[in-house]
């Protein structure tokens, strides 16, 4: 048990969320009082003061009521603009005296510093759009944020390869996304609301009929208000775990309801090799779909049955010869780093099959113990590999994307990550993926279609995102389709229909 007491401020998720990177095993619990906290536990008290024109940012860490390290930051008052920039430099300043204090008390750096949020990139996008130079917005990075020098490399390199994607910014472009909220099975790691296909089969009828409705709907609104879509993504869940006709006939209702010759872009997620066959590819060729996802996760057979993966390592490369075959010539494959008895002799034979098949794309993704999954159920009696580890399987990875000619076009980071790292997607030269960019420099509309999908609106003049999601659960999705349908419509009515 960790207990965290605050004074002076009120930024209990920050200060919660930079404490949880140091101790992700932990239960970490808000006091109000130090009586309330047992005496055998560590207590981080976090605070600041104001005197005159000075701030006082410390951190003490004290157990058995005794001082363990106490960190004091003294800086003068800077004039800030509105609350709200108060505010964010109030919080970052708490963050950075508390990661001192943990890095001094441990003696542990964090490669990503003081940032717990999941999208990096976003500090550098509006560095860059304030003409900042590379090296200024470097020194940004590492002095206010901590960053290590090389993930001040890896997140430059990253936005360079975004911005001719994202700028110039057209409010009138939208992106799409399809969930299909089924999969054969359900992976250790998973924490999305799936349902598993052979359980659940009698709903899916109804869920298509319901996902119909609101395309059809939707596509009405687009139409209504000129909007152009640059990218359509299905994803999942396992979309290409439909049978044939359900997914021709999905793919039939996207075709008469959008332009599909006008997308720039159109993804299926065929992420499981056991759900994947000839017809079902030939029907997302032909109904204009160029970019596909074939999943392995791990080319390793013992450790894809450790993630409940009922699919054998065959499997996926029978299913990426076989989408060749049929045409296809942008091909996505996700791995994850970390997985349950993974080391990094799996990790390296993994990457040695990706270097046989060529892909176009590759996402790296660091396993995330997520809530919701199995795996976090069953933390305690699995063992996984934390810290230096796991780094060093990202760093193999990194040094076999660059020598095989991928490059990093676009990261993102979770909760929860082992190590404190990120997810990194790279890619040959002219397969950069547009929604994946789109979505994740949340620079672009978004509209999210299907149970648990999330539709994000992008107020760019007023530097805003308004989010409204879907239900999660299936048969709630059913029934309230057109109260989701309603609250979706008014919220891009708040962007499209000013008076």
Request: charged fraction near 30%; proline fraction near 3%.
């Amino acid at each position: 048990m960790i207990y965290i007491k605050l004074q002076g401020h009120i930024y209990e998720y920050d200060i919660k969320e930079m404490v949880r990177q140091y101790f992700p095993k932990e239960n970490i619990q808000m006091i109000s009082d130090l009586s309330k906290a047992s005496k055998n536990e560590l207590i981080i008290i976090n605070g600041l003061k104001v005197e005159k024109d000075k701030y006082k940012f410390y951190t003490i860490f004290q157990k058995k009521n005794q001082i363990l390290l106490k960190e004091i930051m003294q800086l003068r008052t800077p004039s800030f603009e509105n609350d709200k920039e108060k505010q964010r430099w109030e919080k970052r300043k708490l963050k950075v005296i508390l990661y001192y204090s943990m890095e001094k008390q441990y003696s542990k750096s964090l490669p990503w510093g003081i940032l717990t949020g999941i999208r990096p990139t976003k500090i550098v996008h509006k560095l860059m759009d304030e003409e900042k130079k590379e090296e200024n917005i470097a020194k940004v990075l590492k002095s206010q944020f901590l960053l290590s020098n090389k993930k001040i490399k890896l997140l430059m390199d990253v936005v360079k390869q975004e911005r001719d994607i994202v700028y110039p910014i057209d409010k009138n472009k939208v992106s799409i996304y399809i969930g299909i909220p089924f999969c054969p099975s359900r992976c250790v790691y998973c924490s999305f609301l799936s349902s598993v296909i052979q359980k659940n089969r009698e709903s899916v009828k109804e869920y298509l009929q319901a996902l119909y409705y609101e395309i059809k709907e939707i596509g009405k609104y687009i139409n209504k208000h000129s909007l152009s879509i640059e990218s359509i993504y299905i994803g999942g869940g396992t979309p290409t775990v439909l049978k044939v006709d359900e997914l021709k006939e999905l793919l039939d209702i996207l075709q008469e309801t959008f332009n599909i010759d006008e997308i720039k872009e159109y993804t299926l997620e065929a992420g499981r090799p056991d759900t994947i066959n000839k017809e079902k590819l030939i029907a997302a060729l032909s109904h204009g779909i160029k970019r596909i996802s074939i999943n392995p996760q791990t080319m390793n057979q013992k450790i894809l049955q450790n993630i409940g993966r009922m699919h054998s390592v065959e499997d996926i490369k029978k299913a990426y010869f076989l989408a060749r075959e049929i045409g296809f010539s942008f091909i996505n494959m996700d791995l994850i780093l970390g997985l349950p008895g993974e080391d990094l002799k799996d990790v390296k034979r993994t990457l040695k099959e990706i270097e046989i098949l060529k892909p176009e794309n590759i996402t790296v993704h660091t396993m995330s113990v997520k809530k919701g999954s199995k795996l976090k159920e069953r933390l305690e009696e699995i063992k996984l590999d934390q810290g230096q580890k796991v780094s060093k399987m990202i760093e193999v990875a990194q040094d076999f994307a660059s020598s095989n000619g991928y490059y990093a076009y676009y990261l993102y980071r979770q909760k929860y990550m082992l190590g404190n790292l990120e997810n990194v997607g790279y890619c040959k030269a002219g397969y950069r993926s547009i929604y994946n960019i789109q979505m994740i420099a949340e620079k672009q509309t978004i509209i999210g279609l299907g149970a648990g999908s999330v539709t994000k609106v992008v107020f760019q003049e007023k530097d805003r995102i308004e989010r409204m999601p879907n239900v999660k659960n299936v048969e709630q999705y059913i029934k309230r389709i057109q109260e989701m349908i309603d609250r979706k419509l008014s919220l891009l009515d708040s962007l499209y229909c000013k008076i």
